[in-house]
């Protein structure tokens, strides 16, 4: 089974959760921010032309996902302090949170100017030309980041995503590995890493996947990519326990019920086991037709066609061009039963 990859587009936007708070501050620390919307409320009354008051309840109205109540309070920040280029970027990020890449970049362009001296500005439009592929000057960005800060792992980080990207898997592991070594803790290129050797079959790729899950624990993300190693490279019991681990975690994710019923079937030929899981599977995701399709091929691997025969059909309702299913049926009508579609 190949690991389900996102378009590449969308699998840069989520780099813009994690990018929050790494890189040089732009502004420096403020006190702890109150913690209800009604302290924030009461706050912004008491001083009402205080653009740091706006800018904490923004933040708060982001974390909850309010976004439009988000751009109002920084749209209110901008227009008290428009010098602030930390309010700029906050901006920039929730313009690119939404996908209109235009405004962010806007808004970052504002911010470098007012804060020439800010990595973290610099960093945030090197990581937007990354996610529109404009590979040179996401590079010249990262490493003018590098120059004001040159100790900064996000920045590191990017460079081996452009590297990546690129095609240059070896200055890609070569950055990413100065990124881990500036930040030990950094959890994304424990990842990336493990990707690009799982992909080469090299065995370091599970000593970064290891990294990575120690670094959290309870990350999905981290657990799939270690089993499919482990899966991809014959060493079943690992693979079959992390997707244990993933079913604790997330019980509801069909792609754990999924992977564990593959192995069964194709690795270790426990049928009835498999057919469980991929049961599981299909009620945790009904319009799964690669769930079907292997339940029913467990079916017909212990001679139970009729069972086999409305998996085979139900998989290829749910997809038509799903070849697999349809060599299925074939199959089972070479065999004598009778295929009605």
Not at 65 to 82: C, E, G, H, N
Request: aromatic fraction near 12%.
């Amino acid at each position: 089974m190949s690991r389900i990859i996102f378009p590449w587009f969308i699998a840069a936007l989520l780099l813009v959760a994690a990018c929050g708070e790494r890189g040089s501050p732009v502004a420096t620390e403020q006190p702890a921010p109150p913690s209800t919307l009604a302290q924030l409320d009461k706050q912004i009354l008491s001083d009402p032309g205080n653009a740091m008051f706006y800018a904490q309840r923004a933040r708060f109205y982001e974390e909850r996902d309010s976004i439009p109540k988000a751009f109002s309070d920084w749209f209110r920040a901008i227009q008290l302090d428009s010098t602030a280029a930390h309010y700029r970027v906050a901006l920039g990020d929730l313009y690119y949170r939404k996908v209109d890449l235009a405004k962010a970049e806007a808004q970052f362009t504002k911010a470098i100017s007012l804060a020439p001296d800010s990595a973290t500005a610099w960093l945030r439009m090197a990581e937007l030309q990354l996610v529109k592929r404009e590979f040179q000057p996401a590079m010249q960005n990262a490493n003018e980041a590098l120059r004001l800060d040159q100790e900064n792992p996000r920045a590191y980080f990017l460079k081996g995503w452009i590297h990546q990207e690129a095609g240059d898997t070896a200055l890609a592991i070569s950055s990413y590995r100065t990124a881990t070594e500036r930040d030990k803790d950094y959890y994304e290129a424990y990842i990336a890493l493990g990707l690009i050797h799982a992909a080469k079959g090299d065995p370091l790729a599970m000593q970064y996947y290891n990294s990575a899950v120690d670094l959290r624990p309870r990350s999905v993300e981290a657990w799939y990519d270690r089993g499919m190693f482990a899966q991809e490279t014959g060493q079943d019991s690992i693979a079959l326990a992390c997707y244990s681990k993933i079913k604790e975690i997330d019980p509801a994710n069909a792609t754990a019920w999924y992977n564990t019923g593959y192995i069964y079937l194709e690795h270790l030929d426990r049928f009835a086991e498999a057919r469980s899981e991929f049961s599981q599977a299909i009620s945790l995701l009904p319009n799964y037709p690669q769930a079907y399709h292997n339940r029913g091929l467990a079916y017909e691997l212990d001679n139970r066609l009729d069972s086999a025969l409305y998996d085979y059909k139900k998989a290829l309702e749910l997809d038509p061009g799903y070849d697999l299913a349809a060599a299925g049926l074939g199959r089972l009508q070479a065999k004598g039963v009778r295929v009605m579609r």
